[in-house]
């Protein structure tokens, strides 16, 4: 079993910064890509950010230059920074990784169960 948690999130005010977390815990063998997907109230879920396990990153141009992605892997964590954020930020933020876990090492996305970051202008 896999478990994703985010933290981090909250009220933050337009033009400052907001660290999220997402720490991925269980029997875990390996991950591959990780991601951070964001809804706000009537839209659909969109991509934020990718980040492989090794290689480039990838961005949504509404969030390039502003918010930054990383990882940890002997932390199983992953991180955004969000820096200069907009109101139009605002919106659940989720976190997803391609887990293989223990004993099948068969690769499974999962999810975590979301975080609310608002931002006020």
């Known amino acids: 079993q896999v478990q994703l948690v985010e933290s981090g999130g909250g009220l933050v005010q337009a033009g400052g910064s907001l660290r999220l977390s997402c720490a991925a815990s269980?029997?875990?063998?390996?991950?591959?890509?990780m991601g951070w997907y964001r809804q706000a109230p009537g839209k659909q879920r969109e991509l934020v950010a990718t980040?492989?396990?090794?290689?480039?990153?990838n961005y949504a141009d509404s969030v390039k230059g502003r918010f930054t992605i990383s990882r940890d892997n002997a932390k199983n964590t992953m991180y955004l920074q969000m820096n200069n954020p907009k109101p139009e930020d605002t919106a659940v933020y989720y976190c997803?990784?391609?887990?293989?876990?223990?004993?099948?090492?068969?690769?499974?996305?999962?999810w975590g169960q979301g975080t609310q970051v608002t931002v006020s202008s």
């Open positions: 980040i492989p396990n090794g290689g480039s990153t």
């Open positions: 269980g029997s875990i063998f390996s991950i591959n890509t």
């Open positions: 997803n990784a391609d887990v293989a876990s223990r004993p099948t090492r068969v690769f499974y996305r999962y």
